[in-house]
């Protein structure tokens, strides 16, 4: 059975750092590449980091970058999500993502989301 459970989310202050973290069990984790969206009221979801199956490549949103850091731990089977310098608009749950593409089709499984809330 898959599972993608996050973890680390919460209210934090303005200009804070907290990390989340997501387990993964149920599938060959250093195969996929894996994701952080994150789903704000009213918006749509949007993806915040990617880093690959090795973890030798990430990629960022720019209203992230230089304030949000992914990482893996392939022997712990869990990614993470470093934010610091939070704002305000950082405020949304956040979802961990696996993706895998096997020829032509793509694979993917979704965490149940874990809330982050930038307030004072």
């Known amino acids: 059975q898959v599972q993608l459970v996050e973890s680390g989310g919460g209210l934090v202050q303005p200009g804070g750092s907290p990390r989340l973290s997501c387990a993964a069990s149920?599938?060959?984790?250093?195969?996929?590449?894996m994701n952080w969206y994150r789903q704000a009221p009213g918006k749509e979801r949007e993806l915040v980091a990617t880093?690959?199956?090795?973890?030798?490549?990430?990629n960022y949103a720019e209203s992230v970058k230089g304030r949000f850091t992914i990482s893996r731990d392939n022997a712990k089977n869990t990614v993470y999500l470093q934010m610091s310098s939070l704002k305000p608009e950082d405020t949304a749950v956040y979802y961990c993502?696996?993706?895998?593409?096997?020829?032509?089709?793509?694979?993917?499984?979704w965490g149940q989301g874990t809330q982050v809330t930038v307030s004072s």
């Open positions: 993502n696996a993706k895998r593409e096997v020829g032509i089709k793509e694979y993917d499984y």
């Open positions: 149920g599938f060959t984790f250093r195969y996929w590449t």
């Open positions: 880093i690959t199956s090795s973890g030798g490549s990430t």
